[in-house]
């Protein structure tokens, strides 16, 4: 089945240190979302690609970069996590229509120490 | 500006008894509307969409919403809730462009 996959699940990662969180996608969708969602509140549009156009969310900090090396991949790299950036990130993919739902992966909770 | 609103954080309904999971919109123009349902460690699943036509929209597990264009609401509703579907559910609007904004969320606890 066409899906979003994201890895890890779980990432535990120390106060400070760079962590790379990926993402794929079978359904050849030409955008890409990064949401971060934390206590089941709304998730919050961190960025998105459209193809390889890069949008970033005004108030997203400078610490989240995102890489999106062919259709298929999308990174999520957190150059210094702080103790608030804890929650689950998930990926997101849709066609650039209106009409077209979002496909969701299972997220990854980021755990910091 | 466009906005979705989910009245309540949490609703509480027995198996059995039907359930309605509120939101209501404002945007300018036509409409796009989703709801989502999230299980626990899980991403959003897509559950069903109003783009035109059918004020009912039929969706997947039984969900079914209401758009109703006076009272700028897009309902989520179930004639009978089931245990399984306690979840978190999100009304999503997409006024003019892919980028959807999500409204608050709202648990729905269904109780044996």
């Known amino acids: 089945d066409a899906m979003v996959i994201q890895n890890p699940r779980y990432q535990v990662t120390q106060f400070g240190k760079p962590v790379t969180l990926s993402c794929s996608q079978t359904l050849n969708h030409n955008v890409m979302y990064w949401y971060q969602q934390k206590s089941s509140q709304a998730p919050k549009l961190l960025f998105h690609?459209?193809?390889?156009?890069?949008?970033n969310e005004a108030d997203t900090p400078d610490n989240f970069q995102s890489r999106r090396p062919n259709t298929s991949f999308c990174f999520l790299d957190i150059r210094s996590p702080g103790l608030g950036d804890a929650a689950m990130y998930l990926c997101?993919?849709?066609?650039?229509?209106?009409?077209?739902?979002?496909?969701f992966g299972d997220g990854t909770r980021l755990s910091i120490l | 500006a466009q906005s979705v609103a989910q009245p309540e954080d949490q609703v509480n309904v027995a198996e059995g008894n039907p359930l309605t999971v509120k939101c209501t919109y404002s945007?300018?123009?036509?409409?796009?509307l989703f709801w989502y349902v999230q299980y626990p460690n899980r991403g959003l699943q897509f559950l069903l969409k109003?783009?035109?036509?059918?004020?009912l929209v039929k969706g997947s597990y039984g969900f079914e919403a209401e758009f109703n264009k006076s009272q700028t609401s897009f309902h989520l509703k179930k004639p009978s809730a089931l245990v399984s579907d306690s979840a978190l559910y999100f009304c999503?609007?997409?006024?003019?462009?892919?980028?959807?904004?999500f409204g608050r969320g709202t648990s729905l606890i269904v109780h044996p």
């Open positions: 945007v300018s123009g036509n409409p796009y």
């Open positions: 109003y783009i035109t036509g059918d004020n």
């Open positions: 997101a993919t849709s066609r650039d229509n209106r009409d077209q739902p979002q496909h």
């Open positions: 999503a609007v997409r006024p003019e462009s892919y980028i959807p904004t």
């Open positions: 690609y459209y193809d390889k156009d890069f949008n």
